[in-house]
């Protein structure tokens, strides 16, 4: 009955740990969301850059597998490419190791206690008391639940008498195979609870109590760097090839970086005592902090000169099934993390601008492909046009829906209020884009009437067509290159300026259109050409709409 105490104690403690760690990093995703975003881009440049905003992020939220699931949610969408994931995972190995270090220096050096209890206080009120300071209260309030967890679990951890020593250190047969099986046990660990910095915790707490010598734990932590890479392998489910790929980088870099240090195991063992030579519980939890370190800095070392070649084996051994899979034409597929799995919503959002990008990109080749057409209106050109925006009309459906939804989800999660604005701000632009697909469609049709019933415009109105349509077109690539940021006072000016001199045109053509009835042209089509004038000019006014939007994110 007591061992069964001690085990539901160690559950709870654990438990307390975990979501500790869970609201710190919540809480910092409210707080910094948009400056994670800014990090985040940073990675864009070189290898190093990329290590360093892997390191950044992780050491920031306190979570490797949340780091290496966003990677992989990331590379799905496109914002990554394989060799930048390969650097991010590198840099979120080292990151984590920040976890081991604040344990080993606060958890068992101070009265934790005494820090964490004012910690939980100090945050409920911040969160409490003023709204914009809510992420940041659940930042120190999770900071405060750790460090009681990590106490309770000090204390929950039971005295073990010298025969149960002798017992574990048994485990294994001794030597190398004592190794290999507290690795195992690192490993299930972690499979368990999802968490390698839990792991790292309790390792850490079982070093300091005794439980398990330097050897073992560190043995365990190497178990605990192959078990985290669970998650990424289940955020890949459903997902495009690259993703599954930057999945299989996390589990061949962690399980590759394991086995060289299983066969090194003595001398980093040898490296560490040099560095930090004193030997007594308090000093064990340092030492192996230390290992964590040198461990995962030697791996990302190991692997540095080879990214390239290392990108070029995981791609030959995870085949692109894609093409095959997606064969059938206009068919949209978004697939994104569910809860289920440690969402960073605040970064998510940077999944949605790019595939508001991709739609802005599409809506744009819709309108290029209606001005060419108009150079040769006839029955054969205007069917394919027809067909072919019909098609891209249908995808731009099931875009929104899609893109909808999703921005639906990260709302479901905890955003700051500055990033649930800009959702709202993004759910607009998404409407405004997909009707922008409806009428070029529309003005397609109109274009198949006006030939089938041989209602031609003249070239005289094809002439004074172009330099409107030239126009919209013009504010079309605006919004596309500036589709995602914010607009600045100066772009927004020139935004109201270009959807003014759209206004001034469509009204010249509509005279145009209604002297040329007044001279004895035909009514019907004359009445044809202005409908598709103020179509055009619908165009203008949604670009307006979108750069409003624009201009209002935070």
């Not at 490419?81 to 080993?104: F, K």
Request: proline residues 1%; glycine residues 8%.
């Amino acid at each position: 009955m007591e061992i069964l105490a001690a085990l539901f104690r160690i559950a709870g403690s654990l438990g307390l740990f975990l979501y500790g760690m869970k609201v710190m990093g919540d809480g910092i995703q409210q707080g910094a969301g948009d400056r994670l975003q800014r990090t985040l881009s940073f990675m864009t440049g070189n290898r190093v850059s990329a290590i360093m905003t892997g390191f950044i992020v992780t050491a920031i939220i306190q979570s490797s597998s949340a780091t290496t699931v966003m990677v992989v949610s990331f590379v799905n969408a496109g914002l990554l490419t394989l060799t930048q994931a390969i650097g991010v995972i590198m840099g979120a190995n080292i990151g984590t190791t920040v976890t081991a270090w604040i344990v080993s220096l606060i958890g068992f050096t101070l009265n934790i206690s005494s820090l964490a209890l004012p910690a939980v206080g100090a945050g409920f009120l911040m969160r409490t008391i003023k709204w914009k300071y809510q992420g940041m209260g659940n930042a120190v309030m999770g900071f405060g639940l750790l460090f009681l967890g990590l106490d309770f679990l000090t204390k929950s951890m039971p005295t073990i008498n010298a025969d149960d020593l002798a017992f574990l250190q048994k485990l294994g047969g001794g030597g190398f195979l004592q190794i290999l099986a507290y690795t195992g046990i690192g490993l299930f660990m972690t499979l368990i609870i999802h968490s390698s910095s839990a792991s790292t915790a309790i390792v850490l707490t079982m070093a300091y109590k005794n439980i398990v010598d330097l050897n073992s734990a560190a043995a365990m932590i190497l178990g605990a760097n192959i078990g985290t890479t669970v998650d990424a392998l289940l955020a890949s489910i459903g997902t495009k090839t690259a993703a599954k790929r930057a999945a299989f980088v996390h589990v061949l870099f962690n399980v590759i970086g394991v086995v060289v240090a299983l066969i090194f195991f003595n001398p980093l063992i040898a490296l560490v005592k040099f560095i930090d030579p004193a030997e007594n519980n308090v000093n064990v939890t340092t030492q192996l902090a230390l290992f964590h370190t040198v461990f995962n800095v030697f791996n990302t070392i190991l692997f540095f000169p080879f990214v390239k070649p290392f990108a070029a084996f995981v791609s030959f051994i995870v085949k692109d099934n894609d093409k095959d899979k997606n064969k059938a034409k206009n068919v949209y597929e978004f697939s994104y993390v569910s809860g289920s799995i440690r969402d960073t919503p605040e970064l998510s959002i940077l999944r949605a601008k790019n595939e508001l990008r991709d739609m802005a990109s599409m809506v744009f080749s819709m309108y290029q492909r209606l001005r060419n057409s108009l150079q040769n209106l006839n029955s054969e050109t205007t069917d394919v046009l027809v067909a072919e925006l019909r098609g891209k009309e249908e995808y731009a459906d099931q875009m929104r829906e899609a893109l909808t939804s999703y921005l639906m989800e990260c709302t479901r999660n905890q955003l700051n209020r500055r990033s649930e604005y800009n959702v709202s701000l993004l759910l607009r632009i998404i409407a405004d884009l997909e009707d922008m697909t409806d009428s070029c469609y529309g003005v397609s049709l109109l274009l198949e009437r006006s030939v089938r019933k041989n209602q031609i415009f003249k070239r005289k109105e094809m002439e004074a067509l172009d330099p409107y349509m030239g126009l919209v077109e013009e504010f079309l690539t605006f919004v596309k290159d500036h589709l995602g940021g914010k607009l600045s006072e100066e772009q927004s000016f020139y935004a109201k300026e270009i959807e003014e001199k759209i206004d001034m045109l469509r009204n010249k053509l509509r005279k145009l259109g209604r002297k040329r009835i007044e001279e004895g042209e035909d009514v019907k089509t004359e009445l044809l050409f202005i409908d598709l004038v103020r179509r055009i000019e619908k165009l203008g006014d949604y670009c307006y709409s979108i750069s409003n939007s624009m201009a209002h994110m935070n």
